[in-house]
């Protein structure tokens, strides 16, 4: 005589599927997951984006340091196999000083490297487009300095950084805020305002 067995469906064997249940809370716990991780991972790529446009600002306030106080000619260059922007002085090699002086990157400027996701839309020289590729901007010894303005778009940053001609102070222009306020620089002897109480 033979005895049938019992049928138990809380026995591993018997369970080969997930219930309903056990689907929704997974879910839940990844969506819950995935709102708190994913805001973090967006907001350290602006965080950086921004912090990379206030990288390049810095760098075009010293190149207007070094061309009003310094003697020697500096240019703002972007490197077209790496896209690095570079500050350049026109330099004599310490080895050999009889040489005729050459570009040379700045001791104490490092390059910038634009993170990923950031792109350098748009670049004016004295309000003239050149191309974002590669360029050199250069100061002229004994005259004025070109007014530069390079606009930085990505990771929902669209910033303008602009150094006036005449101006060392370096202002940044975001397209979602309004623009700051900036000072015109005016000759007094050319406007005819040099008699002019203070």
């Given at each position: 005589m033979t005895?049938a067995r019992r049928?138990?469906?809380?026995?591993?064997?018997?369970r080969?599927?997930f219930t309903?249940?056990?689907?929704?809370?997974v879910?839940v716990?990844?969506?819950?997951?995935?709102a708190?991780?994913?805001p973090?991972?967006t907001g350290?790529?602006?965080?950086?984006?921004?912090?990379a446009?206030?990288?390049v600002?810095?760098?075009?306030r010293?190149f207007a340091?070094?061309?009003?106080?310094?003697?020697q000619?500096?240019?703002?260059w972007?490197?077209?196999?790496?896209g690095?922007?570079?500050?350049?002085?026109?330099?004599?090699?310490?080895?050999?000083p009889?040489?005729?002086p050459?570009?040379?990157p700045?001791?104490?400027?490092?390059?910038?490297?634009?993170p990923?996701?950031l792109e350098l839309?748009?670049i004016?020289?004295?309000d003239q487009?050149?191309?974002?590729?590669e360029?050199?901007?250069a100061?002229v010894?004994?005259?004025?300095?070109?007014?530069v303005?390079?606009r930085?778009v990505?990771h929902?940053?669209?910033?303008?950084v602009?150094l006036?001609?005449?101006s060392p102070?370096v202002?940044r222009?975001d397209?979602d805020k309004?623009?700051?306020f900036?000072?015109?620089v005016i000759d007094l002897?050319q406007a005819?305002?040099?008699r002019?109480p203070?």
């Amino acid at each position: 005589m033979t005895r049938a067995r019992r049928h138990n469906p809380t026995s591993p064997a018997s369970r080969a599927a997930f219930t309903m249940v056990e689907l929704i809370v997974v879910v839940v716990v990844l969506a819950i997951a995935a709102a708190a991780i994913v805001p973090r991972f967006t907001g350290t790529a602006t965080q950086e984006s921004s912090n990379a446009v206030d990288q390049v600002a810095e760098l075009l306030r010293l190149f207007a340091y070094r061309q009003s106080l310094g003697s020697q000619q500096v240019a703002l260059w972007r490197d077209g196999n790496d896209g690095r922007i570079h500050l350049l002085v026109m330099d004599a090699d310490p080895a050999d000083p009889d040489a005729p002086p050459e570009w040379r990157p700045d001791r104490f400027a490092a390059p910038i490297a634009l993170p990923t996701g950031l792109e350098l839309a748009e670049i004016r020289k004295d309000d003239q487009r050149i191309d974002p590729a590669e360029w050199t901007i250069a100061s002229v010894p004994g005259g004025e300095r070109p007014k530069v303005e390079i606009r930085l778009v990505g990771h929902g940053i669209d910033s303008t950084v602009v150094l006036p001609t005449a101006s060392p102070s370096v202002f940044r222009v975001d397209a979602d805020k309004p623009e700051p306020f900036a000072r015109d620089v005016i000759d007094l002897d050319q406007a005819g305002r040099d008699r002019e109480p203070w």
